[in-house]
């Protein structure tokens, strides 16, 4: 009974590290590739992991993503092309800095325009309140 414990627990302990996954590592042909790899994967979005990179994601998709970079690297694509290639597939959703279009004005301007439109509205009202003060001084 002992002798059977300690072999299933072997088995089981097989079939962990046998679903462990390893980083794939990538042979770059010269250092430049190698940083042109490392930023592009920086600045891509994974479309599964909403707010994260396809540099740090686990997702299969961002695997995929990082493969299709580096075969179109050493392809000899240059980061133009490979961008996009990107949001030809997968949109400007793929892009950590989508690109200055009217349209995404609203997402790159936006802010700005509100916060202009509230500081504006906050003067009128304290321009306002100091007038209506200065009135009713002068009224008494």
């Known amino acids: 009974m002992n002798r059977q414990c300690i072999m299933l627990c072997f088995l089981m302990l097989c079939s962990v590290f ?3 996954e390893t980083e794939k590592v990538f042979t770059f042909n010269s250092q430049l590739d190698e940083k042109r790899y490392n930023s592009m994967i920086a600045e891509l ?5 909403q707010n994260q990179n396809i540099a740090d ?3 299969e998709i961002a695997i995929d993503l ?3 970079v ?3 690297i050493n392809a ?3 980061d133009t092309e490979i961008l996009a290639y990107m949001v030809a597939r997968y949109g400007e959703f793929v892009l950590y800095r989508p690109q200055h279009s009217a349209s995404n004005f609203i997402l790159w301007y936006g802010p700005f325009i509100i916060l202009g439109i509230g500081l504006v509205s906050f003067a009128l009202v304290i321009f306002n309140n100091a007038r209506r003060r200065q009135t009713k001084r002068e009224k008494r």
């Open 18 to 20: 046998s679903y462990a």
């Open 70 to 72: 580096y075969s179109m």
């Open 66 to 68: 990082r493969n299709q």
């Open 57 to 59: 994601s686990n997702a």
């Open 45 to 49: 979005r994974c479309p599964k992991c």
């Open 76 to 78: 000899g694509s240059s």
